[in-house]
């Protein structure tokens, strides 16, 4: 055989090699199908803790509303997340002629650990940061609103990847229902 020929079998065995080990990789939608039915009531069944601060009240909010559809807190949790975050604003463009910031920035960082109450096991756990750029303006008023509504925004994008990071880990819980075993 000649080199050109084992070259051009060589690229298409190759190939072929590649297509069959993407077939045999499935993906699927988080919330698509049958599974995605049992994940959504899964996150439904989310009980977060009681907020220290205000932006662990907004991120807690929003992963209310995230989780449960707009339907308001589980009444029968059956998971348990304990969450935390605080937010720090800095100054970024300092005005040397008037020594005041023209911009700044605030992060939000929040830590969840996620808990199964039956046996108190840790299914997940992280902390995740979300940044949120602002103008500050010269009155004193609209700069504390300012920094308000930077801490509100940076929460709501922490709350969605939370929400991802907990529908992640209860996507690989068990089924809440174990289909029962066949009569021999």
Same mark, same amino acid.
């Given at each position: 055989?000649?080199?050109?020929?084992?070259?051009?079998?060589?690229?298409?065995? *190759?190939?072929?090699?590649?297509?069959?080990?993407?077939?045999?990789?499935?993906?699927?939608?988080?919330?698509?199908?049958?599974? *995605?039915?049992?994940?959504?009531?899964?996150?439904?069944?989310?009980?977060?803790?009681?907020? /220290?601060?205000?932006?662990?009240?907004?991120?807690?909010?929003?992963?209310?509303?995230? /989780?449960? *559809? *707009?339907?308001?807190?589980?009444?029968?949790?059956?998971?348990?997340?304990?969450l935390s975050a605080f937010?720090?604003?800095?100054?970024?463009?300092?005005?040397?002629?008037?020594?005041?910031?023209?911009?700044?920035?605030?992060?939000?960082?929040?830590?969840?650990?996620?808990?199964?109450?039956?046996?108190?096991?840790?299914?997940? /756990?992280?902390?995740?940061?979300?940044?949120a750029l602002l103008d500050?303006?010269?009155?004193?008023?609209?700069?504390?609103?300012?920094?308000?509504?930077?801490?509100?925004?940076?929460?709501?994008?922490?709350?969605?990847?939370?929400?991802?990071?907990?529908?992640?880990?209860?996507?690989?819980?068990?089924p809440l229902d174990l289909?029962?075993?066949?009569?021999?």
């Amino acid at each position: 055989m000649s080199r050109s020929r084992l070259k051009a079998l060589a690229l298409s065995l *190759g190939a072929l090699a590649a297509v069959s080990m993407l077939a045999s990789c499935q993906v699927r939608p988080l919330y698509g199908g049958a599974e *995605g039915t049992a994940l959504n009531a899964k996150m439904h069944e989310l009980a977060f803790s009681v907020p /220290t601060t205000p932006v662990a009240q907004y991120v807690r909010n929003e992963l209310i509303f995230l /989780t449960s *559809g *707009g339907a308001g807190e589980s009444i029968n949790a059956r998971y348990d997340v304990d969450l935390s975050a605080f937010a720090v604003t800095s100054e970024l463009l300092q005005d040397d002629s008037s020594d005041t910031a023209s911009a700044g920035r605030t992060i939000v960082t929040a830590d969840f650990a996620l808990r199964r109450r039956e046996d108190n096991k840790l299914l997940a /756990t992280g902390r995740r940061r979300a940044t949120a750029l602002l103008d500050f303006p010269s009155q004193e008023f609209a700069k504390l609103r300012a920094i308000r509504d930077a801490e509100q925004r940076a929460s709501r994008e922490v709350a969605e990847i939370i929400n991802a990071d907990l529908a992640i880990a209860l996507n690989e819980e068990p089924p809440l229902d174990l289909p029962k075993p066949l009569a021999e």
